[in-house]
């Protein structure tokens, strides 16, 4: 790899100068080339032919030859772009350039260029046109040719191709080949005598650039600049894809693509408005757009030709990729890099001075320096560049900060000058000044300075917004003094007078490049041993100030230069240096310690002494191992953790949420199923865990998916690695999904965080955007029966600006304790990483968190030693070495304790010893992080050598965990866990960390991250010092912290919870004996959960209630029996034995021995990590939080601006969530940065929820519950509670004759009329009402048998599965309904008019104005005088009409305060049938019902009723019904109809009619055996209208449902007559003279119908149909609130108050001073009546045989008085009272009816009661008189009452008497 030209190219400034001023050339936005380069190639001129003498001639041709001997480089030509031409002779753009044809034509030629003529393999007989600079063209002699390409195209104009390769593109040369100008630009071109362009001389390329050439032979080694070549390792390691390369292997790249090549290909380099792009960056724009990576782009360093890269260009791959590679749309790669020139930075410009790299610099300082470049022009590196690493990181930091004002800008804030390049570069060294010698810089610090300055200069005015940041130093100039170029020098350098060397200044150079090699030769000298930072500073006249920086210090290099790797280019560059061989330096090193630091050497002595004393000492044998039992060994059985299901709860809450919004993404009530599928990351524990838990938790039965569960095979079917295979799983899903419509599919992303790469997914080992590809398809997003749950403990980069989760739709983890009180009683306590903190700050004993500084030391030694090794492999032998020195010592060479850290030694005695102490060998779990599989596996055989060597094989395991291979445990360890877990299968393996309770053991986790794995309650130690500080974000820190998150429980037999054992890290009393009882005590809750005696074999069987809490994220509960259960056997019974017992009797182990295992349960573990880390998380920032809060949350987002606030420690989970998703955005790669593309600023995916919690809290268990508790709530939304109650007054005894057959169809009218009426209310909901007096009626013996607490009980219920025919409430969306409900593609949406229809009754004196809302849809139901005109009438049918897919009765169903929950829904349970369905409503509840129920017809009450009750709406739905009967009857006789044909019926429905059953009589059983079904109400309305002579009936209705039975009415009668409740089948015609009582409240439908059969109409009962009413809780008759009237003043405004008035306060004496109440008088008095009638009617207290007379009304006295209806009608039907006496009489608003002599038909007992009701008080005193009541009653003046009501509510007055 040698290089025989470098030597004389470093003593030749002409071609330093020559070729940076080429590059400066190429570079240059000027087409017309610079006089400098003039200049100095022509003084240059005379030198270089000199320097041409002895050089061979054949040179060119032997680098052709060469060339040529090499295999063929494959050629592709870039597809053109869309639309350009691809014509042979004719470019892109459509232009001619063929000589032929252009000859004549006026050409722009530029000065220096020339026009030339190329040769095209497609056209051999015609030449194109081209104009080239004439600099890259040879002269006469073939000489003098510069390197490289400028040429323009003479056709379209287009200038400033700066690469042949694009300019042969362009012309359309279609080359197969590489594409050269030698061999492709052929002939000069001239013009004639006549101005014609012709062909002159070939063009002589035979010695072409030998002047040049001199030094070009190995210009790849020799003279390539930082930019070019990427320096060892990082050249190589960039390309992930091309295979691994040595170091020092340069790369060189021609035009042509480079295979797999992708990263950093992404050309937009900058903002698009600061910062231009080059020629080069447009054209990969254009032809592969934004942000995607192209294969065919350029995207390597230069080839050959261009010497001089610059380092102030934004190539395609920063230098060395370790300047950060960058990406689309100004967004920084992983590393954090940002090329960007914004306001305030230094332009662009080509460097004219260019430094040489010396040789050895590595060799002989120890160290490759760290180069920032800051500002101004990069001097170009040349040499050996390879020793030296370029990083753009500062830069960015410095572009960053100029934008800052850009940023308040768009708040509105004025224009201000950013931070000046002066500040900003003295911002920075004060910032190094104040580093420690150890420490690392962080960009994030030196950003938050950058703003703290800012702001305290220009933003004082929003420091109120802000958080409170320190003063800047007092050196700094204040807002009114700006910094000027003079002044920086001295006040950095006076600044860093205080560190002494370590920062050091240099002022003096005239330019960056003498700066850089004053620098490079103080380095070679020595002389910068003690500097860590070179802070170089040019403030020449006349200039800009130029700055960088070059990182010396040894420490602070190395874990720059490594933190420019990402995670898995650090890990590939581990894996290539072992392979390599390079680490066998460390072997040698560690074989030269002596006999101290020689293992090997120790362990053959060891040997050799154990065999010798093995002679005389039996060793214990296995069998007596195994016989041990241990009684503190429990197993632990738990029940679901409280938290977990309020989580599951808080889930699904969500769930429904997504489900009630106006969205309707998601219709719950359309599912009667759940199924799911669990996604997990590819490790095998994780997979594993997640089926264990799954199997166990009993969910799957529960979901009717396995109802068996008797193998883990069952549920290994619901859960999925993320890897190859996942993808046919999706597709099965999604095609399951259509096919089931009616099942809920939810798909559980667990630890989402893992993966999100942006798809598409390229097959393969590699899962990159795996996870993209198949949870954001379209075929996911658009199924609207798919839920998806993402669950994770890092949900940072999921909560980005482009987030696909909403906001609303996040659930975090609640916090269990508030002010020390357990909130949801768990006894438990999570030890987190906040806790983990505050044990370092506690001051009670040794902290759990901790950093090891012997290792540290030790480790920063090797690393000065060997620069050239990777710190991640240093560190890993360094602590094999630590750990097999630890053993040695725990064996008895304590004299080799000096060469071990204390914490080692800690770590292996404390698992040799607590494995002896235990009788069973129980012992604790040491974790050891090592991310490399390579590094795992060295460290694994290394351990396992040493302990097998020392013969401790049998007291501890050493297992290593790999997340894509299976556990792996030696034979002995394993029949251990099989004797512990009671596990007979001889097949059973562990298959999960949590399998390994009370294992010792020392677990080597490897793996990039933990995927998910959880570990068991037995980890004592979590070993993180191998973790890579180079790279910290918030997630990669946390999530390795968080595998030592713990649950710290009390302790069963109450000994209090404890945090470290203070012996264990006691140096004095690591050799002595054990001190478990010097313990640190834990301020927390000391219980004891309930643990079984004996399990018992049932217990094991995992009921329902309880589940085995081997919870993926919080399953460090102690592994019980299941834990073990073998694949394909059933679930093993195991039994009771004493190893699983709890007792603790001490009896049953021997004397002495302690279970330090079962000891330290509740003991949260220790935790080791690098100092870097423990620095970083210890340290606090402005606002209060750990530092590492404040970093980037995750390498695939990016800040969107540097000026951002601080995370506040107040902010909660969802607070933090918005910060996020403010201030970051996914990089390019990242699988939600195409989501702002889609459409819409807020495009979430409207069924994907969130769950986020700290490690191992319970998550899995949580989830997996409301799985559970969804399947329940579903199955439950398909129920619904329906009144399930027998009839009352079921005893009363008519007759015994049969009317009708059992299977009559249909009633028969004459026959009907013989059937007696049955005056008794049989519907339970009038269980409180006063019966209604007949002589049929026998009680049995006076009085009511019903017990008056009976009457409040509450009522029965039942719940019922709903039917395909039942009636819904507005929560119901399923596609059927979307038409009926208001989506009819004929119609705009919600689109209704308001029309008016007034008419006159009598009764109330004026006429009735109603109010029609009618959609546009259902106009067709209504008659107008005109389209669009006024409202006619409503269209009815004719008696003849029967359509049977159409209804012919309007349905009018009176409603309020059910806007929601009314069941206005009839589309299902009208089977698709046409029908008129109006809602009756009040004035004011008009626009909430019309904004949930849009499609309704609306019928609106005046205002005057809007305090009415049910009586005021049945009485004007009837009233309208009837005038507009007559109405129609007036249209259809115009039309030939005759009046009496016109449909006279109308629906009156309650609002919780539900569904509709028909019975079904067997009439071969004679009618004794009756089968019920659910009907559609259409089939029961379509046989109600179509019984016969149908319109000689008056109403017509259905019996109440009742479970109990089927029962016929009257001995199986299948019709009936008596009372009708809640859904009628009204006569309009027939019942013109019957009326509802538009007062009243409550019973209007008893007296409704008394006053209906009184008139002689019929009344059937259909008794083979049945009404379900659901129970709805809200609205209906309790909208009615009885509120207090205050007011202190005549002339104040009333207001209303709620009261709890008792009955008897309702009435008052008229004119008396009472409190008056705000409710309807007719409202009062009937519940008046109702409860105080036992003092108004005490002669009528259960004496049924004397009721109360109540004339021409019937009005509810209350459940103990018995009320007799009397008409005063004439022709009326009425019982027969002859020789009846009542004890009461009741005259409700009589009319003219109601004489004198009617009233002396009646007897009455002496001392009945009178009671008279009027609306005011002389109608009372007239009543009184017109009947001559004073004649047989006395009355006394104090027996007069009104309503507590005032006058202007008009109050009812009733007069009471008693009869004489």
């Known amino acids: 790899m040698g290089n025989s030209y470098a030597g004389q190219l470093r003593t030749t400034r002409f071609e330093e100068v020559l070729h940076n001023s080429i590059e400066a050339s190429l570079r240059s936005n000027n087409v017309v080339p610079r006089p400098v380069f003039s200049q100095l190639y022509l003084e240059a001129e005379h030198h270089a032919s000199n320097q041409e003498a002895g050089r061979p001639d054949n040179e060119e041709e032997e680098e052709e030859s060469s060339e040529s001997n090499s295999p063929p480089i494959p050629y592709q030509m870039k597809p053109p772009p869309e639309g350009s031409c691809t014509t042979d002779g004719f470019c892109r753009s459509g232009k001619d350039l063929r000589l032929a044809s252009i000859a004549n034509d006026s050409l722009e030629v530029p000065p220096g260029f020339l026009l030339v003529g190329a040769k095209s393999p497609s056209l051999p007989d015609h030449v194109l046109v081209c104009a080239v600079d004439g600099r890259f063209l040879p002269d006469e002699t073939g000489r003098n040719a510069l390197l490289g390409f400028s040429g323009n195209c003479v ?89 691994h390369h040595a170091p020092g292997a340069v790369a060189v790249q021609s035009d042509a693509a480079v295979p797999g090549y992708t990263h950093g290909a992404s050309t937009p380099l900058t903002n698009g408005r600061d910062c231009p792009l080059s020629q080069q960056s447009l054209h990969q724009s254009a032809a592969h757009g934004p942000g995607k990576p192209s294969a065919a782009a350029n995207v390597g360093p230069p080839k050959k030709r261009h010497k001089g890269w610059s380092p102030e260009l934004p190539p395609a791959v920063e230098p060395a990729a370790r300047t950060n590679p960058v990406t689309a749309n100004g967004t920084r790669t992983d590393n954090g890099a940002l090329v960007c020139v914004s306001e305030g930075c230094s ?41 030296v690493i370029v990083s753009s990181l500062l830069e960015t930091c410095y572009c960053r900060s100029q934008a800052l004002p850009r940023v308040y800008e768009q708040y509105g804030a004025s224009s201000i000058q950013p931070l000046s390049t002066e500040m900003q570069i003295l911002l920075t060294v004060y910032y190094l000044v104040q580093l420690a010698p150890d420490q690392v810089p962080l960009v994030e610090d030196l950003e938050q300075i950058f703003m703290r300055s800012w702001r305290e200069s220009h933003l004082t005015e929003i420091r109120q917004y802000q958080q409170t940041h320190p003063q800047l130093p007092p050196l700094l100039p204040g807002p009114g003094q700006p910094l000027t170029a003079s002044q920086l020098p001295w006040l950095a350098k006076l600044a860093t007078s205080s560190c002494g060397p370590v920062v050091l200044v240099l002022d003096s150079p005239a330019s960056l490049a003498e700066g850089l090699e004053e620098t490079f030769l103080s380095l070679l000298e020595g002389k910068l041993a003690q500097t860590n930072y070179v802070i170089i500073i040019c403030t020449s006249s006349g200039q800009e100030v130029e700055s960088c920086i070059v990182v010396t210090g040894k420490r602070q290099a190395r874990a720059l230069a490594e933190s420019m790797y990402t995670p898995g280019e650090s890990l590939k560059e581990i894996s290539y240096q072992l392979a390599t061989g390079k680490v066998g330096v460390l072997g040698a090193f560690f074989s030269t310690l002596g006999q101290d630091g020689d293992v090997d050497g120790l362990l053959g002595e060891f040997r050799l002494e154990n065999s010798q004393s093995s002679l005389s000492s039996s060793p214990e044998s296995s069998d007596d191992f195994l ?43 359309s599912f009667n199923k759940v199924e799911f599928l669990i996604f997990v990351p590819p490790s095998e524990v994780t997979f594993h865990q997640i089926v264990l838990h799954l199997w166990s938790s009993g969910i799957l039965q529960e979901l009717g998916l396995d109802t068996k569960c008797t193998s883990l095979t069952e549920a290994e079917q619901y859960v999925v690695r993320l890897n190859h295979e996942a993808q046919g799983r999706i597709t099965t899903l999604i095609q399951k999904s259509k096919m089931n419509p009616s099942t809920l599919f ?54 980005t600006q482009y987030t696909r989760i909403s906001p609303y739709n996040e659930v975090h983890w609640p916090s269990t304790f508030s002010n020390d009180m357990d909130l949801y009683h768990e006894k438990t306590k999570y030890f987190g990483v906040s806790e983990l903190l505050e044990s370092t700050r506690s001051g009670s004993g040794l902290p759990l968190l901790r950093y090891d500084s012997s290792f540290e030391s030790m480790a920063a030694a090797l690393g000065e030693r060997f620069p050239q ?6 560190r890993t032998h360094v602590l094999v070495q630590h750990y097999a020195l ?18 080692t030694l800690e770590m292996v005695q404390s698992l040799l010893r607590s494995s002896r102490s235990c009788p069973a060998h129980h012992g604790p779990m040491v974790l050891l992080r090592i991310p490399s599989l390579p590094l795992a596996s060295l460290a694994f055989q290394r351990l396992r050598q040493v302990r097998d060597g020392l013969g401790l094989q049998d007291r501890f395991e050493i297992i290593l965990g790999s997340p894509g291979a299976p556990l792996s445990i030696g034979k002995k360890f394993l029949d251990q866990l099989k004797m512990w877990l009671n596990i007979q299968d001889s097949d059973w393996v562990p298959h999960t960390y949590l399998e390994l309770e009370a294992l010792p053991c020392i677990l080597i986790f490897t793996g990039m991250d933990p995927q998910g794995e959880s570990l068991p309650r037995s980890l004592k130690y979590c070993d993180l010092r191998l973790l890579s500080s180079s790279y910290l974000q918030r997630t990669s820190l946390e999530q390795e912290l968080g595998l030592a998150a713990y649950l710290v429980k009390a302790d069963p037999q109450g000994e209090n919870t404890t945090l470290s054992d203070l012996s264990e890290s006691d140096p004095e009393k690591m050799s002595g004996t054990d001190n478990e009882d010097d313990v640190v005590v834990l301020d927390t809750v000391n219980c004891r959960p309930p643990v079984p005696e004996q399990p018992s074999l049932v217990a094991r069987q995992v009921p329902d209630s309880s589940v085995l809490d081997l919870d993926k994220h919080g399953g460090q509960q102690a592994v019980s029996g299941a834990a073990g259960a073998p694949h394909s056997q059933p ?49 606090v920032d402005g606002s209060g939080l750990p530092k590492s809060t404040s970093f980037l949350p995750h390498r695939a987002v990016e800040w969107a601006s540097s000026f951002r606030p601080l995370l506040s420690k107040m902010m909660t989970c969802t607070e933090q969530s918005l910060y996020y998703r403010q201030w970051t955005v996914p990089r390019p790669q990242h699988m939600d940065s195409s989501n702002r593309a889609e459409g819409r600023t807020d495009n979430f995916h409207p069924r994907r929820l969130l769950l986020s919690g700290p490690p191992q809290v319970g998550k899995t268990g949580a989830y997996m519950q409301f799985l559970g508790i969804l399947s329940r709530m579903l199955i439950r939304l398909m129920e619904v509670d329906v009144y399930d109650e027998e009839d009352i007054h079921s005893e009363v005894q008519t007759t015994t004759i049969q009317y009708h057959q059992p299977g009559t169809v249909w009633p028969n009218a004459d026959i009907l009329k013989v059937i007696p009426f049955d005056y008794t209310v049989h519907d339970p909901k009038y269980e409180d009402i006063s019966g209604v007096y007949s002589p049929e009626y026998t009680t049995g013996g006076e009085g009511s048998a019903r017990r008056q607490d009976d009457v409040y009980l509450r009522r029965r219920t039942s719940r019922i599965k709903l039917s395909k025919y039942a009636a819904y409430n507005t929560y119901h969306h399923c596609e059927q309904c979307h038409q009926y409900m208001g989506f009819s593609p004929r119609f705009q949406p919600y689109e209704s008019t308001l029309h008016a229809f007034t008419f006159s009754h009598l009764l109330l004196g004026e006429e009735i104005q109603l109010y029609f809302i009618i959609p546009k849809s259902k106009e067709h139901h209504f008659a107008f005088s005109q389209p669009g005109g006024q409202l006619e ?51 004011y509840e008009l626009s909430v019902y019309k904004k949930y129920w849009p499609n309704h017809i609306m019928l609106v009450l005046p205002s005057v009723f809007n305090g009415a009750g049910v009586g005021a709406a049945h009485f004007l739905i009837k009233e309208l019904s009837f005038h507009n009967l007559e109405l129609e009857r007036i249209r259809q006789v115009e039309q030939g109809s005759r009046p009496q044909d016109v449909w006279p019926f109308i629906i009156l429905a309650d609002d919780s009619c539900v569904m509709w059953n028909s019975v079904e009589v067997d009439t071969r059983s004679g009618g004794s055996a009756a089968v019920e079904r659910n009907v559609s109400l259409k089939q029961v309305l379509q046989h109600m209208e179509s019984s016969p002579e149908v319109t000689r009936y008056g109403l017509c209705g259905l019996r109440k449902w009742s479970s109990k039975g089927t029962r016929l009415g009257q001995h199986g009668e299948p019709f009936s007559r008596g009372h009708l409740h809640d859904f009628v089948l009204l006569n309009v015609d027939v019942t013109r003279d019957v009326q509802y009582n538009q007062n009243r409240f409550t019973c209007d439908d008893v007296d409704f119908n008394l006053r209906v059969h009184s008139a002689g109409l019929l009344i059937c009962r259909f008794n083979n149909f049945s009404v379900m009413k659901k129970q709805i809780a809200i609205g209906g008759h309790r909208t009615f609130i009885i509120k207090t009237k205050v007011t202190s003043d005549p002339m104040s405004k009333v207001t209303d108050i709620p009261t709890s008035v008792p009955p008897s306060q309702y009435i008052c004496a008229p004119d008396s001073k009472h409190t008056f109440l705000a409710a309807p008088a007719q409202l009062l008095l009937e519940k008046y009546l109702q409860h105080t009638s036992q003092h108004m009617f005490p002669l009528s207290m259960r004496n049924y045989s004397h009721p109360v007379l109540s004339v021409d009304c019937y009005l509810n006295l209350g459940p103990e008085v018995t009320v007799c209806f009397a008409s005063s009608r004439p022709h009326s039907i009425n019982i027969s009272t002859a020789g009846l006496f009542f004890s009461g009489l009741l005259l409700y608003f009589c009319d003219s009816f109601v004489t004198p002599s009617f009233l002396k038909k009646f007897q009455f007992l002496k001392g009945a009661t009178l009671c008279v009701i009027c609306p005011d008080r002389n109608s009372l005193r007239q009543t009184v008189v017109r009947l001559e009541l004073e004649d047989q009653w006395r009355f006394r003046l104090r027996d007069e009452f009104q309503t507590a009501n005032t006058k202007e509510d008009r109050p009812v007055f009733f007069l009471t008497g008693k009869h004489v």
């Not at 053993?887 to 914490?903: C, D, I, N, P």
């Open 1131 to 1179: 679930r093993p019974q195991r039994t009771p034995s004493k190893s699983t017992s709890s007792g603790s009797s001490s009896s049953q182990s021997p004397r002495g021995f302690q279970c330090s295992w079962a000891h330290g349960l509740n003991r949260a573990p220790v935790v080791l990590v690098p100092k870097v880390v423990y620095d970083v998380i210890t340290s």
């Open 347 to 387: 332009p662009l410009l080509p460097p004219t001075d260019s430094v040489s790299v010396p040789d050895c610099l590595l060799q002989t300082c120890g160290l490759q320096p760290v180069l920032f470049k800051g500002h101004g022009k990069m001097p170009a590196l040349c040499g050996n560049v390879n020793d």
């Open 627 to 669: 016989k041990g039992c241990c009684a503190e060994y429990r197993v632990e059985w738990h029940q679901i953790r409280p938290i977990q299901l309020a989580v599951a709860r808080k889930l699904l809450s969500h769930v429904c949420a997504i489900a009630d919004s106006s969205t309707q993404n998601l219709d719950l009530g």
């Open 869 to 874: 090794l990777h710190s991640a492999i240093i």
């Open 155 to 243: 056709g379209c104009g287009e200038k400033g191709f700066r690469y042949f390769t694009e300019f042969s593109n362009h012309i359309n040369l279609k080359l197969t080949s590489q594409p050269k100008k030698q061999k492709h630009l052929k002939y000069c071109l001239f013009r004639n005598g006549q101005g014609a362009l012709v062909k002159g001389p070939l063009i002589c390329w035979k010695g072409t650039d030998g002047r040049v050439k001199q030094a070009a032979p190995n210009a790849s080694l020799s003279q390539m600049t930082s930019e070019e070549l990427l320096p060892t390792p990082v050249a190589t390691e960039m390309l992930p894809a091309t295979g």
């Open 1433 to 1483: 009438s409503m269209r009815l049918p004719l008696t003849s009409d029967w359509n049977p897919d159409s209804i012919r009765s309007p349905i009018f169903t009176p409603t309020t305060g059910r806007h929601e929950h009314g069941l206005f829904n009839l589309y299902h349970a009208m089977d698709g049938a046409a029908h008129l369905h109006i809602l009756v409503i009040k004035e």
């Open 886 to 903: 630890a053993l040695m010592v725990a064996m008895g060479r304590s004299w080799l304790q000096k060469h071990t850290s204390v914490e």
């Open 746 to 799: 939810v798909l559980v992303h667990d630890h989402a965080h893992w993966d999100l790469s942006r798809g598409p997914y390229s097959g393969g080992e590699s899962s990159t955007g795996l996870v993209d590809s198949l949870l954001n398809c379209r075929g996911i997003w658009d199924t609207p029966n798919i839920l998806m749950l993402h669950v994770t403990s890092f949900p940072f980069a999921l909560q």
